[in-house]
């Protein structure tokens, strides 16, 4: 824990960031650019070829660090000389070093091979060159981005980088050096901050929700209880239809629906209005907020007229770091309620609308709603667009709430759309409707992921398709007056300034400064846009979507077993005749599978089909079934979950380190669908698509496969995807064959 004054600290950040901007442009870290030209330069290479040059550039971070300690006060004595170095113990000390060091290694070639084209089941893949260099080069100097002054140089950088995932999302912001620590009063920019993960940034995400929620009823606690505010009983708030009314005139319900943004200027607008130190206000208000008296005092004393816990909605897809946080923060996890969803696992907005006119006719105030950019096992992107939509429509019945875009998995995809074009400082703008046409993503996410920067806050994590070494996650806000909902040092509350002190806002205390500088580099080399991280997005939806066309057409290939994907083939979809569901599966054979990528980019009318197969990201979830001899399907549940569980432990990592008895051709992942947690429309969906006639209530298990190395189609031997097939087709006709005569499947 460090230990030092606030006040000093604070000024010692500001200042901190003032000499920074002194420096000469050409010496200054800064975020922008065009990046790197060659993507190939920049990842390790399956047999890890770009070693040679990490190793140079690794040897010229320790000379770095050499060279400061040998510069820092040369004279002053040290605790080792070369008599110590010859001394036994020493001696024997290093030996004893390289034998541990080396059995350490050893143990660690036992890890999962993350690197490998057969690898495609986990979240996991290759980690940047940028990202491993600027992390050992920022782990050498051991910073912690608590505080400025134990992290000089990464503190800065976490400033860049909070900015540059703010931009990358679509948020405007207030760029470094311009404007830094004043108010805008018409100018609403956001603000992000590295987290450990992305569990972290969705918990500080319902934390700043809740204290959201409550702010306005500890204002006017602050007004009729403190003497500071005394003056102030006058002070007027703008409600959601637009009309301004006296803050203390204002019944409990009103009070916990004021607009998101009027809320956020509440402070600012005491202070110039009846001259009184922001400080201070923030500090009279601070004694009557929920997070200091507690929802007990906050609910009884304050919101008589209230008699529900606030809840958070969230699809029922969702991390399980949302019921986790609601318990935390003594939400409690059943109020963290999930909304079911449809057959492709998205958010169901009838569901959801009906949990919303329950909320509005009980009075159960609504903290925040959940819109999952990417779900981890089922692929799904929920309509945040209509999510929107229908806020404004309860905006007009009275009903505020806001709304938080999960896209720790999907977030990275958003740069897909952002041009290459940094001229607007503030914020990537999208590339042109035609440039999109030529996307591998479908166009109902295309379309949600448009309306990305109009959430108001937002998780991003960087070590998932951002390539960066763990821990790197991310957080986002619109209103940068969120984060400090979400601190205990009440600091001016700036709506577009640029607060050096990141340390003092979220969950948090110490953090790795290397996690800064990881992605700080990395984005350096790989801008978050179509040429840079785009392209590598771009390639792994072309790749998830080569790769779930061939699995699909496996259906039509004579086999004694089929596919059923999550998401299946568009005429399926549409409920179209057996005849043109076989002429479909033709057509993704013949014109998208058994033929080059050139081939299939140049064929608009293939490639117009091709963006829709297939889950909304690079994740593709399907399960297996079997014809019995007679050519009949098979109808047991049991079975069918006996198959996919088979599958899945023929395709995992040992779980035995090292062994190379069991080495698996291809890695997968697995979970399972219950009705609990997913809903009627899904289970029965999929139960009746598997051909199965009993076990009601049982589980479904299913395979994952996700696609994040960009070149699996574009190896210099060609698409590795045929040897995936190969693979598959061969292990599951033998699992196949071991359960129809009872035999086990895998030892």
């Not at 089941?121 to 002054?149: K, R, S």
């Not at 760029?175 to 609403?188: W, Y």
Request: proline share 5%.
């Amino acid at each position: 824990m460090l230990h030092t004054d606030k006040k000093h600290a604070i000024e010692f950040a500001h200042k901190l960031l003032k000499n920074h901007l002194a420096q000469p442009d050409e010496k200054r870290i800064k975020l922008k650019g065009s990046g790197a030209e060659s993507i190939e330069a920049l990842f390790p290479g399956t047999r890890g070829d770009n070693f040679i040059y990490m190793q140079e550039l690794m040897l010229l971070a320790l000379q770095g660090n050499i060279d400061s300690r040998k510069n820092y006060f040369p004279n002053d004595p040290d605790y080792l000389d070369k008599e110590i170095q010859k001394s036994q113990p020493f001696i024997d000390t290093m030996v004893m070093m390289g034998l541990e060091y080396d059995k350490l290694i050893n143990q660690l070639k036992g890890s999962g091979a993350f690197f490998s084209m057969r690898t495609i089941g986990h979240m996991l893949w290759d980690t940047t060159l940028p990202g491993i260099l600027g992390y050992f080069a920022a782990l050498l100097y051991n910073q912690n981005n608590v505080a400025a002054e134990a992290s000089p140089v990464t503190t800065i950088m976490e400033m860049y980088v909070g900015n540059e995932l703010c931009k990358l999302l679509g948020y405007k912001i207030n760029p470094i050096g311009a404007g830094d620590f004043q108010l805008l009063d018409n100018q609403v920019t956001g603000w992000g901050h590295i987290t450990c993960d992305g569990s972290v940034a969705n918990l500080e995400g319902l934390w700043m929700a809740r204290n959201l929620k409550f702010y306005p009823v500890s204002v006017k606690a602050a007004i009729e209880n403190d003497p500071v505010l005394a003056n102030c009983k006058s002070f007027q708030v703008t409600l959601l239809n637009g009309k301004s009314v006296s803050l203390l005139a204002l019944d409990d319900w009103s009070l916990v629906n004021l607009p998101i943004d009027e809320i956020l200027k509440i402070p600012n607008k005491i202070a110039a209005q009846y001259q009184i130190d922001i400080t201070t206000v923030s500090n009279a208000i601070a004694n009557y907020t929920v997070q200091n008296i507690g929802y007990h005092d906050i609910l009884t004393k304050y919101l008589p007229g209230i008699f529900h816990t606030p809840v958070s909605l969230c699809s029922a897809t969702r991390h399980y770091s949302w019921p986790k946080g609601a318990a935390i923060l003594g939400i409690g996890a059943s109020n963290m309620i999930s909304i079911p969803v449809d057959k492709k696992a998205r958010m169901d907005l009838t569901a959801f609308t009906a949990m919303l006119d329950n909320c509005l006719q009980k009075k159960i105030p609504v903290m925040n709603v959940v819109a999952i950019i990417g779900t981890t096992e089922e692929s799904a992107v929920d309509p945040l667009k209509d999510v929107l939509a229908i806020r404004e429509t309860y905006r007009k019945k009275g009903m505020e709430f806001a709304i938080h875009a999960d896209a720790a998995w999907g977030g990275y995809y958003k740069t897909m759309l952002n041009s290459s074009d940094e001229s607007n400082p503030s914020h990537f703008t999208h590339i042109s409707e035609k440039a999109m046409v030529a996307l591998p993503m479908s166009a109902y996410v295309t379309e949600q992921y448009k309306v990305l920067q109009m959430a108001d806050s937002i998780t991003i994590d960087p070590h998932k398709s951002g390539y960066v070494p763990y821990p790197a996650g991310g957080l986002c806000y619109r209103n940068s007056a969120m984060r400090n909902l979400v601190s205990f040092t009440a600091p001016v509350v700036y709506h577009g300034g640029v607060d050096p002190t990141v340390g003092v806002y979220g969950v948090e205390g110490s953090k790795p400064g290397a996690a800064a500088s990881a992605v700080y580099f990395s984005h350096k080399m790989i801008r978050p846009n179509t040429d840079g991280y785009g392209k590598i997005s771009g390639d792994c939806y072309f790749n998830a979507k080569r790769l779930y066309a061939a699995l699909v057409c496996l259906n039509i290939a004579q086999l004694p077993f089929f596919i059923v994907p999550l998401v299946p083939i568009p005429a399926i979809q549409q409920g179209l005749s057996p005849a043109d569901i076989q002429k479909q599966y033709e057509f993704i054979r013949d014109r998208i599978v058994n033929v080059s990528n050139e081939t299939l980019v140049a064929d608009t009318e293939a490639f117009a089909l091709f963006k829709e197969l297939g889950g909304d990201q690079t994740i593709i979830t399907y399960m297996y079934n079997f014809y019995n001899n007679d050519g009949s399907v098979n109808s047991d549940m049991a079975k069918v979950n006996a198959l996919n569980d088979a599958i899945y432990r023929a395709f995992s990592f040992s779980d035995k380190p090292g062994d190379t008895e069991h080495i698996p051709e291809i890695v997968v992942t697995s979970s399972s669908f219950t009705r609990g947690n997913y809903g009627n429309v899904l289970m029965d969906d999929l139960r009746e698509r598997l051909g199965v006639t009993n076990g009601y209530d049982d589980a479904i298990n299913f395979i994952i496969s996700t696609i994040m190395n960009p070149w699996l189609t574009n190896t210099a031997q060609g698409s590795f995807i045929p040897s995936l097939i190969e693979i598959i087709t061969r292990n599951v006709n033998t699992i196949v064959a071991n359960i129809k005569s009872g035999q086990p499947s895998v030892s």
